[in-house]
């Protein structure tokens, strides 16, 4: 938390009072560090925290000391190892807290219910509810797939620039999982603002044949999210479409509505 003499316009909001300041600064640096990309510099650090360079580099040294941030041999800083255990943790929890909502999702529109994560530069599934038809859509948690054939990684994506959503299309390369999945990096744009303009986004048979999904974002999750229904085309039609966007979009919001809370007790 940057201190009052050295705040500039583009520093993260103070704090609640009543925490301790050297966490509340280390974990703000951690999240500037995640929001550069995992690796920074020191004068990147304090030009955008405001806080002085002495302190920065005393936090970020007690930071590598326990392993969650590693020092580059060009003397940046790197978001480190010990990190990726919290995340995986915290994934899976996220994905407990999900499965309420999923499961009303089920029961209001009988399809199988979803939630998924961008990790990098792939989609991971980190909770599902099935449907209690005995034709229904299964997806194994845990399961990595890449977002252009899906309609989780366009509702993840959507809000993307442009220039980083092609980046990420040029390393992960756009196989095609079926005929009609979209295979160039201007076709997943128009479709990213379709879902932009409609407010969901829908997989029509592009990673299975005979299976549409919809998907919306979980509004400001804190890391990126998304939940679908999934289900055969012959169920999950233009007229169910209608029927179900809403229903996603509420349980979308309520889920956020909870995140925000279980992350708000003093």
């Known amino acids: 938390m940057p201190p009052s003499h050295a705040s500039t316009s583009d520093s993260k909001p103070a704090a609640p009072s009543g925490g301790v300041q050297s966490l509340e600064r280390a974990f703000d640096l951690l999240e500037r560090m995640a929001d550069a990309g995992g690796e920074v510099g020191l004068s990147e650090l304090s030009a955008s925290s405001g806080l002085p360079l002495p302190t920065i580099h005393r936090l ?58 961008l990790d990098g530069d792939e989609v991971v599934y980190v909770a599902q509810v099935p449907s209690k038809h005995s034709m229904r859509m299964f997806t194994e948690v845990g399961r990595r797939v890449l ?32 005929e009609k999945t979209i295979t160039t990096p201007d076709g997943f744009l128009d479709a990213l603002e379709q879902v932009r303009r409609v407010g969901y986004a829908v997989d029509d048979n592009e990673q299975e044949i005979g299976v549409r999904c919809l998907a919306v974002s979980v509004p400001n999750s804190p890391t990126s999210a998304a939940i679908s229904i999934s289900g055969p085309a012959g169920r999950v039609t233009d007229a169910a479409t209608e029927r179900i966007v809403p229903i996603l979009q509420q349980a979308a919001k309520e889920l956020s509505d909870a995140l925000a809370s279980s992350g708000s007790a003093g």
């Open 60 to 117: 970020m040294r007690t930071l590598v000391l326990c392993g969650y941030v590693r020092q580059q041999p060009n003397r940046r800083y790197a978001l480190g190892p010990r990190l990726i255990r919290l995340g995986e943790s915290a994934s899976r929890l996220l994905g407990t807290w999900a499965r309420p909502y999923l499961a009303r999702l089920v029961e209001e529109t009988g399809e199988t219910a979803n939630m998924a994560l």
């Open 147 to 178: 977002p252009h054939s899906t309609g989780v990684g366009k509702a993840l994506l959507a809000h993307t620039p442009p220039e980083e959503v092609r980046a990420l299309l040029a390393r992960t390369g756009m196989p095609a999982a079926t």
